[in-house]
T-cell receptor, first 118, second 114 residues
Framework: NAGVTQTPKFQVLKTGQSMTLQCAQD?????MSWYRQDPGMGLRLIHY???????DQGEVPNGYNVSRSTTEDFPLRLLSAAPSQTSVYFC?????????????????FGAGSRLTVL | KQEVTQIPAALSVPEGENLVLNCSFT??????LQWFRQDPGKGLTSLLL?????REQTSGRLNASLDKSSGRSTLYIAASQPGDSATYLC?????????????FGKGTKLSVIP
């Protein structure tokens, strides 16, 4: 049981390049989300998904795309990287809301992906 | 828009002390509140989750309380140890989406001095 796995851990891009941050979870969690963490700003929600085929925008979605073709995977795509997207990105998942289990609603985070855009 | 504030931003205590970390939020219509721990260069680890109907949760030396009406939560750490040194984050789940849309505070960086 690996939990939430993010790849790559580190990436350096040039302005204008595109790339995909991968996120996979093996806990059969329906809900997945992407956050970015910047110094002095805290964590901010980029996009989230309540199940396969369903995605929605968070607080800071501009410049990012997501898709959810399977329950396990939730990739984050940077279409044309900008220096303002330099950040640490975290993927997180949680079981289906409302199920009365001990793990319900607890958010499990990946280890993060540190992205630098030059 | 929900805003979450954590005070103090940094705290340094000698080993063995009991301490309290504070979290306040502006909109009391929350679904739940979670406390996380983050070690340098690492992801977040969930410590305690309090549902909106609960007043407190305990895990080992940690106790978290929630007062929705006043928009406050506290994390109490008993008998602090150097291994407790980390950044502690408070996050509020809104009433529409629960844990799936959390608003985070900026954290309190705790240093426990041996």
């Amino acid at each position: 049981n690996a939990g939430v796995t993010q790849t790559p851990k580190f990436q350096v891009l040039k302005t204008g390049q595109s790339m995909t941050l991968q996120c996979a979870q093996d806990m059969n969690h329906e809900y997945m989300s992407w956050y970015r963490q910047d110094p002095g700003m805290g964590l901010r929600l980029i996009h989230y998904s309540v199940g396969a085929g369903i995605t929605d925008q968070g607080e800071v979605p501009n410049g990012y795309n997501v898709s959810r073709s399977t329950t396990e995977d939730f990739p984050l795509r940077l279409l044309s990287a900008a220096p303002s997207q330099t950040s640490v990105y975290f993927c997180a998942s949680t079981p289906r809301k409302g199920i009365p289990s001990s793990g319900a609603n607890v958010l499990t985070f990946g280890a993060g992906s540190r992205l630098t855009v030059l | 828009k929900q805003e979450v504030t954590q005070i103090p931003a940094a705290l340094s205590v000698p080993e063995g002390e009991n301490l309290v970390l504070n979290c306040s939020f502006t909109d009391s219509a929350i679904y739940n509140l979670q406390w996380f721990r983050q070690d340098p260069g690492k992801g977040l680890t969930s410590l305690l989750l309090i549902q909106s109907s609960q007043r407190e949760q305990t895990s080992g030396r940690l106790n978290a309380s929630l007062d929705k009406s006043s928009g406050r939560s506290t994390l109490y750490i008993a008998a602090s140890q150097p291994g407790d040194s980390a950044t502690y984050l408070c996050a509020v789940g809104d009433s529409g989406a629960g844990s799936y849309q959390l608003t985070f505070g900026k954290g309190t960086k705790l240093s426990v001095i041996p």
